[in-house]
């Protein structure tokens, strides 16, 4: 059975730095692309952040590039998020989601329940 | 940056058709992938690549495309259909994932 389990969540101050984990079990994670998912708080989907296989492709959503970095340990079944900078547009749930491709073409089939970051001072 | 636009409510009553439409530009050479979301819950994929429905997925629902408007269509709902239905792409020219605004179905 696939299961992600995201960690790292809750209250952090404007400006302050949080790392969310998501531990993946059930299929093998070193051959998916992985994706951050959001949702603010009764607003709807917003995509985040992926990452390939092999992290040799990564994307990112304007609103976090150069503040947000995913990353992932193949070894350990394991995707990260650094957040950096956080603004209290960053508060949050934050979904990790397995991300298979076909024909340059992915989607997200199984999700965690998610973990909620909340910025605030 | 790209824009996908669905109406923010469909309300529906049970045993009857509803359709959610995804309008975007373009959007006919894009696969458009669908999620269901209940209150509290993570998001569920219902149609992935336009038409193609993943396993335990009711054949009630369905997916299609035409011109700049992909739609979602449930037929027979049923009230465990009440949700938040999104639309995803991925925009090539941006290298970014986009979802729609969201659909919230109501079933009268």
């Known amino acids: 059975e696939v299961q992600l389990v995201e960690s790292g969540g809750g209250l952090v101050k404007p400006g302050g730095s949080l790392r969310l984990s998501c531990a993946a079990s059930?299929?093998?994670?070193?051959?998916?692309?992985m994706t951050w998912v959001r949702q603010a708080p009764g607003k709807g989907l917003e995509w985040v952040s992926s990452?390939?296989?092999?992290?040799?492709?990564?994307y990112y959503a304007d609103s976090v590039r150069g503040r947000f970095t995913i990353s992932r340990d193949n070894a350990k079944d394991s995707l990260f998020l650094q957040m950096n900078s956080l603004r209290a547009e960053d508060t949050a749930v934050y979904y990790c989601?397995?991300?298979?491709?076909?024909?340059?073409?992915?989607?997200?089939?199984?999700w965690g329940q998610g973990t909620l970051v909340t910025v605030s001072s | 940056s790209y824009v996908l636009t669905q109406p923010p409510s469909v309300s529906v009553a049970p045993g009857k058709t509803a359709r959610i439409t995804c309008g975007g530009n373009n959007i006919g050479s894009k696969s458009v992938h669908w999620y269901q979301q209940t209150p509290g819950q993570a998001p569920v994929l219902v149609i992935h690549?336009?038409?193609d429905r993943p396993s335990g997925i009711p054949e009630r629902f369905s997916g299609s495309k035409s011109g700049n408007t992909a739609t979602l269509t449930i037929s027979r709902v049923e009230a465990g259909d009440e949700a938040d239905y999104y639309c995803q792409v991925w925009d090539s020219s941006s290298d970014h994932y986009v979802f729609g605004t969201g659909t919230k179905v109501t079933v009268l």
């Open positions: 059930g299929f093998t994670f070193s051959s998916h692309s």
């Open positions: 989601a397995r991300k298979p491709c076909s024909g340059g073409s992915c989607y997200d089939d199984y």
């Open positions: 990452i390939s296989s092999r992290s040799t492709y990564i």
């Open positions: 690549y336009d038409v």
